[in-house]
């Protein structure tokens, strides 16, 4: 079977997955691919195509996604079939590049604790029995990446390109998929992102904010097992 490469969302490593793993891996390889050592997309992209499988299926969550379209966009021969799940295809909005600023000054002072507590991850998930593990593990997953990687990543969030033609050049099996409850990747941006693709499947969760992976793995996965197998 086709390797399956999943790239995490900013400061998440592959514990995000850890759900998917466990249903994938028993039938076909799967990576999980670090997006922590470049501060542009196109670095990081270029990195991780650096070590993948010659040919692979990619799944890319938040930052993740937004990898996962870079990838496409320099290797579209390579990728077989993709998936964006709570992503965004668009460049940064100055709005939005402006509150990082502050927010990287502060991780720079020592405060990434501070930062992922007040001005994250409140953002992240709907009112899942599991909230509060889930929000602990985030935690422990920024905390284990670091200041570094924090502001890597800000930073190449901001300078991000965006992707509207990618995904219209796109000719593959694709996968859109949404937590309902995202506010941080709307459904909108996933409706975008369906339409610019030709003939992608776009799936909305219930009951998920921006993490579906871990709020309702088993529907999440179900929506995966479809797009692995057309």
Same mark, same amino acid.
């Given at each position: 079977m086709t390797p399956l490469v999943l790239i995490p969302g900013m400061m998440c490593d592959a514990r995000l997955f850890e759900p998917q793993i466990a249903a994938f891996s028993g039938r076909r390889a799967v990576i999980c691919a670090p997006i922590s050592a470049h501060s542009s997309v196109e $670095?990081? %992209? %270029? !990195?991780? #195509?650096?070590? %993948?499988?010659?040919?692979? %299926? *990619? #799944? =890319? #969550?938040? *930052? =993740? =996604?937004?990898?996962? *379209? $870079?990838i496409l966009r320099q290797a579209p021969n390579r990728v077989e079939r993709i998936a964006l799940l709570d992503t965004n295809p668009l460049a940064e909005q100055e709005a939005v590049r402006a509150r990082r600023l502050p927010q990287m000054m502060a991780v720079r002072e020592g405060r990434l604790s501070s930062v992922m507590r007040d001005e994250m991850k409140p953002n992240y998930l709907s009112d899942v029995p599991r909230k509060v593990a889930i929000l602990d593990l985030c935690m422990d997953m920024a905390l284990g990446l670091g200041p570094h990687v924090f502001?890597?990543? !800000?930073?190449a969030l901001m300078d991000r390109p965006n992707q509207s033609e990618t995904l219209r050049n796109a000719d593959l099996p694709a996968l859109v998929l949404c937590g309902r409850e995202d506010t941080l990747c709307p459904v909108s941006r996933h409706e975008l992102m369906a339409e610019l693709i030709q003939d992608a499947r776009l799936e909305i969760i219930e009951g998920a904010g921006h993490l579906p992976t871990l709020e309702q793995p088993d529907k999440t996965n179900a929506a995966l097992a479809r797009w692995l197998e057309d």
């Amino acid at each position: 079977m086709t390797p399956l490469v999943l790239i995490p969302g900013m400061m998440c490593d592959a514990r995000l997955f850890e759900p998917q793993i466990a249903a994938f891996s028993g039938r076909r390889a799967v990576i999980c691919a670090p997006i922590s050592a470049h501060s542009s997309v196109e $670095e990081l %992209a %270029a !990195s991780v #195509l650096s070590y %993948a499988p010659s040919r692979f %299926a *990619m #799944l =890319g #969550l938040s *930052m =993740g =996604g937004i990898v996962a *379209m $870079e990838i496409l966009r320099q290797a579209p021969n390579r990728v077989e079939r993709i998936a964006l799940l709570d992503t965004n295809p668009l460049a940064e909005q100055e709005a939005v590049r402006a509150r990082r600023l502050p927010q990287m000054m502060a991780v720079r002072e020592g405060r990434l604790s501070s930062v992922m507590r007040d001005e994250m991850k409140p953002n992240y998930l709907s009112d899942v029995p599991r909230k509060v593990a889930i929000l602990d593990l985030c935690m422990d997953m920024a905390l284990g990446l670091g200041p570094h990687v924090f502001l890597n990543q !800000s930073r190449a969030l901001m300078d991000r390109p965006n992707q509207s033609e990618t995904l219209r050049n796109a000719d593959l099996p694709a996968l859109v998929l949404c937590g309902r409850e995202d506010t941080l990747c709307p459904v909108s941006r996933h409706e975008l992102m369906a339409e610019l693709i030709q003939d992608a499947r776009l799936e909305i969760i219930e009951g998920a904010g921006h993490l579906p992976t871990l709020e309702q793995p088993d529907k999440t996965n179900a929506a995966l097992a479809r797009w692995l197998e057309d």
